[in-house]
């Protein structure tokens, strides 16, 4: 997150020594100073900021794939006249602890396929999400770990 | 070329917003409603913004509808997550369908709000 | 704007409407009060795709901002109600 700030902050320091603050001056900043956060090492050992930026790209498209697939179903089951919708509500105890994973993880699986976040437990070790096409809640669990969790996990720590 | 993706935009994000109409309309129990309505209604009105900010193809819509569509996917699920709170509190009844309910052993839908009054009915 | 583009913003106002009757039903006969909130959220969402789709028709935009406005405060409303029941309801619907 820092290491964002800091090419944002770069980009802007590119574009205004070149003179003149326009998109493609930024654009340029902006791959240079990411050329450099990537390569140079830091005092704890090499740069972890391409991979980072990585792991965030493939969570975003991941995500925005998942959007869309759920759309789609969903508009599926309601235009066409017969419910073939077999409701449950499973217990999902998750593996994010701090608040912004937490927050995440409910926004993701609200809009991902047949998902619907309904509450976070008191101890905040489970949510308690509302599937709208039922298997079973280890099959269940297992998809959302391995689609949604790890990957966001991946790309914030 | 732009008038083109612009209308697609349109048709889209209109579409969507009627199944999100369709389905508080004829879904059985209100958490399958609450399926429709967040995920279609938030991305219709996204796609819609999208297609206003390319049509107008002005720099300051294009930053509005931005932070429109961010406002709107953040908001959703919050609103989303407090209404489903609130009618499990309520006891609002499920779909008779439902075959699994794990948050029924978390705490019992439809229990009765206690609050922590004291015996005079004050806090 | 060309003419083919202006029809069909008029059929996605059309299409918008028709689906505003749908959320208008479920906020009349709701069984529950709950219901009635998730239709009043749609609703205003609704509304402000209304207005989205009219400034792209009139090509006028500064009605965006109004769109924009309309759409967090009726979230807002949404979240504020929301958390009224949660917090003021006694078992009963």
């Known amino acids: ?157 | 070329m732009k008038e083109l993706i612009t209308a697609v935009l349109l048709v889209l994000g209109a579409l969507l917003m009627l199944l999100a109409g369709l389905g508080l309309f004829r879904m059985p129990d209100l958490f399958l409603r609450l399926h429709g309505a967040a995920k279609a209604s938030s991305l219709g009105v996204g796609l819609l913004l999208g297609a206003a900010a390319l049509g107008l193809g002005d720099v300051s819509v294009v930053a509005r509808a931005a932070l429109g569509v961010t406002f709107v996917f953040v908001m959703t699920p919050v609103a989303t997550l407090l209404i489903a709170q609130a009618a499990f509190r309520a006891g609002i009844p499920l779909w008779e369908r439902t075959h699994q309910n794990d948050l029924e052993e978390h705490h019992p839908a439809g229990g009765p709000y206690e609050p922590r009054l004291g015996p005079d009915g004050e806090e | 704007m060309s003419d083919w583009l202006q029809s069909i913003t008029q059929g996605a106002l059309g299409a918008i409407s028709v689906s505003m009757l749908f959320s208008l039903h479920r906020l009349l006969r709701g069984p529950s009060l709950t219901d009635r909130v998730v239709a009043l959220d749609l609703f205003s969402l609704q509304t402000s795709a209304v207005i989205t789709v009219y400034a792209l028709w009139v090509g006028q935009p500064e009605l965006v901002d109004v769109a924009l406005v309309l759409a967090v405060i009726g979230s807002m409303g949404t979240i504020v109600i929301a958390r009224y029941l949660y917090s003021a309801q006694r078992g009963t619907p």
């Open chain 1, 1 to 157: 997150m820092t290491a964002f700030l800091w090419n944002l902050m770069l980009a802007l320091l590119w574009a205004a020594m070149l003179g003149n603050v326009t998109s493609e001056n930024l654009l340029t900043g902006f791959v240079i100073g990411f050329a450099l956060l990537a390569l140079i090492d830091t005092q704890h050992g090499p740069s972890r900021y391409g991979t980072q930026a990585w792991n965030v790209v493939r969570l975003v498209a991941g995500v925005g794939w998942d959007v869309l697939v759920a759309n789609v179903r969903v508009a599926y089951e309601i235009a066409t006249p017969k419910l073939h919708t077999r409701p449950a509500i499973y217990r999902y105890d998750m593996e994010a602890r701090t608040d912004a994973e937490i927050t995440l993880l409910t926004l993701i699986v609200t809009f991902a396929p047949g998902t619907l976040a309904l509450e976070v437990s008191e101890d905040r070790k489970a949510i308690y999400v509302h599937v709208m096409f039922a298997t079973t809640r280890e099959a269940f669990c297992q998809e959302l770990r391995e689609r949604v969790e790890i990957p966001l996990l991946r790309a914030l720590r």
